[in-house]
């Protein structure tokens, strides 16, 4: 296994720490969207170790329905990057977050103002999902410049020789996608989300978080057999849709408990 040849920032340092002592959970909330901020505060008042945002995007290739449809009705009701990283300025919780948005909303606005802009709204670390590590080399010297840990995708048809290569770029942790397609619920995990998990950790002493297709507390609780913990959205997303945000924060404390059963009872 690897050691990681870097300084952990912040959000890095944080799961480490928790790491030693539970599993880790991060929700997922769409930016924009009613009700969004009180989700944020609830997850990270029933046991969230960080929160992902998502700026709405018109043209999402990783989410699925429910987070399209967040995005949409976010953007229909005004939600812009802007004011959504305004709005993370207000949202006083003691944990980590991160921001998740495609390339095209870091590229308009400039890599070094928009790493900034991330740093100024208090946010630690930074997905971007359709950024190909080939190519991320601009933004993530602008995201370190600005002590932004760019977390870097980790997908399960990478070959053996690619993996080293991500977790080495990888900052906070490494995201271990948990199937090919879009975010969506499912009724079962899929089998390449936990051998992609078990084929990160051999290699990196970096926290290994399992997102995409993690759908109910069950299937965190087996992702977690492997991973250090879990990513969840659509799961999320579809509460604050339907029910709002104390919703929200119901659902993390469901899942909290249910993956700091003990191991025993793990199958």
């Known amino acids: 296994m690897k050691q990681s040849s870097h300084t952990p920032g912040v959000l890095e340092s944080r799961l480490r720490q ?15 969207l009613a009700g969004w901020a009180d989700a944020v505060r609830g ?3 029933n046991g969230a170790d960080a929160v992902e945002i998502g700026i709405p995007f018109s043209d999402p290739v990783m989410d699925g329905p429910i987070i399209q449809m967040a995005s949409e ?18 949202i006083d919780v003691s944990i980590p977050l991160i921001v998740m948005c495609y390339y095209n909303t870091v590229f308009r606005a400039g890599h070094e103002r928009f790493a900034n802009a991330l740093r100024e709204s208090g946010v630690a670390a930074a997905i971007v ?5 080939e190519e991320s080399g601009v933004w993530c010297d602008a995201a370190d410049s600005s002590k932004i840990e760019t977390v870097m995708l980790a997908a399960p048809t990478a070959p053996e020789a690619r993996l080293p290569r991500v977790v080495e770029r990888a900052r906070g ?15 079962e995990l899929a089998s390449t989300a936990v051998s992609l998990a078990a084929r990160l950790k051999k290699i990196t002493d970096m926290p290994v978080l399992v997102g995409v297709g993690v759908s109910n507390a069950e299937q965190a609780r087996q992702a977690c057999v492997v991973a250090d913990g879990v990513i969840q959205g659509a799961s999320v997303v579809r509460r604050l849709l339907e029910e709002g945000a104390d919703s929200v924060a119901q659902y993390v404390a ?14």
């Open 173 to 187: 942790f490494v995201y271990s996608v948990g199937l090919l397609g879009v975010t969506g619920e499912r009724a």
């Open 129 to 133: 999902p359709d950024l190909p590590l």
């Open 43 to 45: 997850a990270a008042a």
């Open 254 to 267: 469901e899942v909290r408990r249910a993956i700091d059963s003990p191991a025993e009872t793990r199958r």
């Open 73 to 90: 009705k976010a953007l229909r009701d005004g939600a812009t990057p802007t004011s959504i990283l305004q709005e993370l300025r207000s």
């Open 18 to 32: 928790a790491r030693n002592s539970r599993k880790i959970l991060i929700p997922y909330i769409t930016g924009g």
